[in-house]
């Protein structure tokens, strides 16, 4: 069974930092692409940022030149810095990761628990 377990959420005043991360473990045979997405109250579920195994990246427009995606294949772990924060980025952020496993060899989407991340002053 895989686990990705998020951390790094919290409360920050506009224009600060925050730091994400999340590492996936469990019976991982290939881990294609880690990306974080974020839901706001009230709102869909929305694409922040994605990373390849490659180091290939994407992001939403909305945090272009603010956020930025890492990710240390050894450790099956990808990082989110997001500088510059603005009250509407606040929502509960996502770690997702497009896998295969020991469980579901096929190619499949798997799942954080959120993390929390509140812009405020």
């Known amino acids: 069974q895989v686990q990705l377990v998020e951390s790094g959420g919290g409360l920050v005043q506009p224009g600060g930092s925050l730091r994400l991360s999340c590492a996936a473990s469990?019976?991982?045979?290939?881990?294609?692409?880690m990306g974080w997405y974020r839901q706001a109250p009230k709102k869909q579920r929305e694409l922040v940022a994605v990373?390849?195994?490659?180091?290939?990246?994407n992001y939403a427009d909305s945090v272009k030149g603010r956020f930025t995606i890492t990710r240390d294949n050894a450790k099956n772990t990808v990082y989110l810095q997001m500088n510059s924060l603005k009250p509407e980025d606040t929502a509960v952020y996502y770690c997702?990761?497009?896998?295969?496993?020991?469980?579901?060899?096929?190619?499949?989407?798997?799942w954080g628990q959120g993390t929390q991340v509140t812009v405020s002053s």
């Open positions: 997702n990761a497009d896998l295969t496993s020991s469980a579901y060899p096929s190619r499949h989407n798997s």
């Open positions: 990373i390849t195994s490659g180091g290939s990246t």
């Open positions: 469990g019976s991982i045979f290939i881990i294609y692409a």
